[in-house]
Nanobody, 125 residues
Framework: QVHLAESGGGSVHAGGSLKLSCVVSGLPFADYCLGWFRQVPGMERELGAIAGIDDDSITYADSVKGRFTISRDNRKNTVYLQMNNLKPEDTAMYYC??????????????????WGQGTQVTVSS
């Protein structure tokens, strides 16, 4: 069965960095879109970053551009999110998600079929 396991969250001060990891099993990793989404209580789950099936198929939310970097290692079945210059507004539960990629990767959380349980990121001012 498909399983996604996030790790790497924690508490940091503003300006700090964290690197999230998501190990994926149970699917052909290289054929799937991998995304990081985040959610705070009472709010909709929103896009962080998407890594497509091609190395150049990467999408970032405007709120994280220039600060976050998504990458994937198809040999390790792992997707990463390097988060630099963190801001208090980045505080959220971060979820790893996967969906089969055909010609594109959706940026909508509703289109992703497989989800991890999330890892909490807290950024203090």
């Amino acid at each position: 069965q498909v399983h996604l396991a996030e790790s790497g969250g924690g508490s940091v001060h503003a300006g700090g960095s964290l690197k999230l990891s998501c190990v994926v099993s149970g699917l052909p990793f290289a054929d799937y879109c991998l995304g990081w989404f985040r959610q705070v209580p009472g709010m909709e789950r929103e896009l962080g970053a998407i890594a497509g099936i091609d190395d150049d198929s990467i999408t970032y939310a405007d709120s994280v551009k220039g600060r976050f970097t998504i990458s994937r290692d198809n040999r390790k079945n792992t997707v990463y999110l390097q988060m630099n210059n963190l801001k208090p507004e980045d505080t959220a539960m971060y979820y790893c998600a996967a969906n089969h990629g055909y010609a594109y990767c959706s940026i909508s959380a509703d289109e992703y079929h497989y989800w991890g349980q999330g890892t909490q990121v807290t950024v203090s001012s």
